[in-house]
T-cell receptor, first 112, second 111 residues
Framework: DGGITQSPKYLFRKEGQNVTLSCEQN?????MYWYRQDPGQGLRLIYYSQIVNDFQKGDIAEGYSVSREKKESFPLTVTSAQKNPTAFYLC???????????FGPGTRLTVL | SQQGEEDPQALSIQEGENATMNCSYKTSINNLQWYRQNSGRGLVHLIL?????REKHSGRLRVTLDTSKKSSSLLITASRAADTASYFCATDRGSQGNLIFGKGTKLSVKP
């Protein structure tokens, strides 16, 4: 059963803590993406990776970090440097950056 | 930076009516895509239209693209309550193909 998964679904963080959001895909896609969505807003690109062991900053990379050690996995770390991390985080992948992206179900992060 | 902008921001219709959403963008594109998002969920791809295409159909969906006006429209015919969702247009950035999303149109279909 092919798809893209994210965990956890809900995550609570205390101020000053780093947290890591998981994103896994078994679609054999080379490209993976992390987006942030705030209420009533569209998606903003945080980081993307077009191939294993390589990634680039998107529009709002400050306070976030990623790794791409395996093709299937693209974890996102929200660091304490991110001033307003409460948001809905979406991971996506594609086999061709000029075609459709496949999205995971999202992780809702709340800072307490 | 926001490339696509949807209009209207919110739309409320009765079941059976047609729903039309518009998207405007600023720079040249290779393709334009429409996605749907149910509340609290991930996005689902609906349709992709390339810059050399003017119209595309998929089931009850009809998408048009006017590159001279830098605009696209999504028409959902004979809407159903299950069509209630937010709809986003996304355009590519050019050489790397990354997408820029608009803020979306929130569609409510009342039974």
């Amino acid at each position: 059963d092919g798809g893209i998964t994210q965990s956890p679904k809900y995550l609570f963080r205390k101020e000053g803590q780093n947290v890591t959001l998981s994103c896994e895909q078994n679609l054999n896609h080379d490209a993976m993406y992390w987006y942030r969505q705030d209420p009533g807003q569209g998606l903003r690109l945080i980081y993307y990776s077009q191939i294993v062991n390589d990634f680039q900053k998107g529009d709002i990379a400050e306070g976030y970090s990623v790794s791409r050690e395996k093709k299937e996995s693209f974890p996102l770390t929200v660091t304490s440097a991110q001033k307003n991390p409460t948001a809905f985080y979406l991971c996506a992948s594609t086999g061709n950056p000029y075609n459709e992206q496949f999205f995971g179900p999202g992780t809702r992060l709340t800072v307490l | 930076s926001q490339q696509g902008e949807e209009d209207p921001q919110a739309l409320s219709i009765q079941e059976g009516e047609n729903a039309t959403m518009n998207c405007s963008y600023k720079t040249s594109i290779n393709n334009l895509q429409w996605y749907r998002q149910n509340s609290g969920r991930g996005l689902v791809h609906l349709i992709l239209i390339r810059s050399n295409e003017r119209e595309k159909h998929s089931g009850r969906l009809r998408v048009t693209l006017d590159t001279s006006k830098k605009s696209s429209s999504l028409l959902i015919t004979a809407s159903r309550a299950a069509d209630t969702a937010s709809y986003f247009c996304a355009t590519d950035r050019g050489s790397q193909g990354n997408l820029i999303f608009g803020k979306g149109t929130k569609l409510s279909v009342k039974p």
